[in-house]
């Protein structure tokens, strides 16, 4: 297997610009999480989906931060509009709950809102 | 709440032991993890230990869980510039792979 596959790997965006961040998860997992990564904030969960469906989404920013997951293989996260203050780098990680332990992180999308 | 503490910062020689501690809450957690990440790269799961364990070794890694005080440690024997990363400890719920809450990390540099 691939592992988890994020694209792009860096985005550089004009602030007000929507940014979308894309995720293919492990084939045959089926949570899928989204996390942002900063200096100040360290490690962050956004939202996480089970079976598709959004669990938690309590760690999104704002209303200008929504996630979907249309089908098994496929997530993106999106930001309209983007702020300097979004600038991160943003992981997806999948996992298959009662299957290997811990999650599978992808290698990330470098954000940098200018 | 759920929080992971750890020291932000670790210097070590090349060939000395590091001792990366991390202090937990979730008494119910199942595993404990710690994930190591390199430069530019996503996390990965370098180790776990079971909640009903105390010790385990795995090559140069020991990982040491005192459950009482809710302490977790990593000892990297005969530290290598291999090393250098940032090392997360995490603690899970009732699952080992749902919803893992991550520390901080603690940021490893290799002296020469």
């Known amino acids: 297997d691939a592992g988890v596959i994020q694209s792009p790997r860096h985005e550089v965006t004009e602030m007000g610009q929507e940014v979308t961040l894309r995720c293919k998860p492990i084939?045959?997992?089926?949570?899928l999480f989204w996390y942002r990564q900063t200096m100040m904030r360290g490690l962050e969960l956004l939202i996480y989906?089970?079976?598709?469906?959004?669990?938690?989404d309590s760690g999104m920013p704002e209303d200008r931060f929504s996630a979907k997951m249309p089908n098994a293989s496929f997530s993106t996260l999106k930001i309209q509009p983007s702020e300097p203050r979004d600038s991160a780098v943003y992981f997806c990680?999948?996992?298959?709950?009662?299957?290997?332990?811990?999650?599978?992180f992808g290698s990330g999308t470098r954000l940098t809102v200018v | 709440g759920e929080d992971v503490e750890q020291s932000l910062f670790l210097s070590v020689r090349e060939g000395d032991s590091s001792v990366i501690n991390c202090t937990y809450t979730d008494s119910s957690s199942t595993y404990l993890y710690w994930y190591k990440q390199e430069p530019g790269a996503g996390l990965q799961l370098l180790t776990y230990i079971f909640s009903n364990m105390d010790m385990k070794q795995d090559q140069r890694l020991t990982v040491l869980l005192n459950k009482k005080d809710k302490h977790l440690s990593l000892r990297i024997a005969d530290t290598q510039t291999g090393d250098s990363a940032i090392y997360f400890c995490?603690?899970?719920?009732?699952?080992?792979?749902?919803?893992?809450?991550f520390g901080t990390g603690t940021r490893l540099t290799i002296i020469p």
């Open positions: 989906f089970n079976n598709n469906v959004p669990i938690d």
């Open positions: 990680a999948s996992s298959l709950l009662g299957g290997d332990l811990g999650y599978t």
């Open positions: 995490v603690e899970t719920g009732d699952f080992g792979n749902e919803k893992l809450t």
């Open positions: 084939s045959g997992h089926n949570s």
